[in-house]
């Protein structure tokens, strides 16, 4: 007889703002699904109702404060703890619709740190440069994929200065030395304009 194989499920992200419509949008995705004779699932980042959640929930209300870094493990140990049933539904063909994840975890921690310098190179001229390749990750293809992804995630940011790192040594440090020096007199007005009142 022929052997059957579950078809694995889809795992389905859904990221965007506070209040726009995600949760809503997943519960109808859901529902339709579910009509069209799927197997589906719905959780929501960050899960409030493990412990860890409870911790998290707290600090979104404002009733208890975190270290930034502290809660910004705290979350991704909120998606840990869930993840492995998460797999283990997916492989056993359930389509599981995520509202936030990982991206989440990034964009709303990143939003509230200081000014990056984004150091860009092409994967081609990276691969030049010495000791290139000695470690994992070190290819052009997960390169390329990288650059992409920190170039979506940068895009339109203000308080991302992006440098070109294909330049020389003592180019890149002049534009990053520029970079600092226009972040720090931005902190100069603030800090004078908060004086004013
Ligand atoms: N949030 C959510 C984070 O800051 N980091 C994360 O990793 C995740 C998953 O929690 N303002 C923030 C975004 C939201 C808040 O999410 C609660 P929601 O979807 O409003 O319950
Ligand atoms: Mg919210």
Redesign the pocket.
């Known amino acids: 007889s022929q052997q059957t194989r579950t078809q694995r499920g889809a795992l389905i992200v859904v990221e965007g703002l ?1 209040r726009a419509g ?2 809503s949008q997943c519960e109808m995705l859901q529902t339709y699904l579910k009509e069209q004779g799927h197997s589906v699932k719905y959780i ?3 899960d409030r109702t493990t412990p860890i959640g409870k911790l ?1 929930d707290s600090y ?1 209300r404002g009733s208890a404060n975190q270290e930034d870094h502290a809660i910004h493990l705290l ?2 140990a909120n ?1 840990w703890e869930i993840a492995k049933s998460i797999e283990e539904d997916i492989n056993s063909g359930i389509t599981v619709i995520v ?4 991206y ?2 990034a964009v ?2 990143a939003a509230k740190a200081n000014p990056t310098l984004s150091l860009d190179i092409s994967a081609e001229e990276a691969a030049k440069r010495g000791g290139y390749g000695a470690e994992r990750y070190e290819n052009e293809t997960m390169q390329t994929r990288v650059r992409e992804l920190f170039r979506t995630l940068f895009e339109r940011q203000k308080d991302v200065y992006v440098v070109d790192a294909g330049k020389t040594l003592t180019e890149v440090s002049k534009d990053i030395q520029n970079a600092v020096l226009n972040c720090l007199a931005c902190l100069d007005t603030i800090g004078s304009l908060r004086k004013l009142g």
Do not use: C, H, V
């Not at 509202?99 to 990982?102: A, E, L, N, P, V």
């Open positions: 506070d995600k949760s929501r980042f960050p998290i979104l979350f991704s998606r509202d936030r994840y990982s989440s975890g709303y921690s």
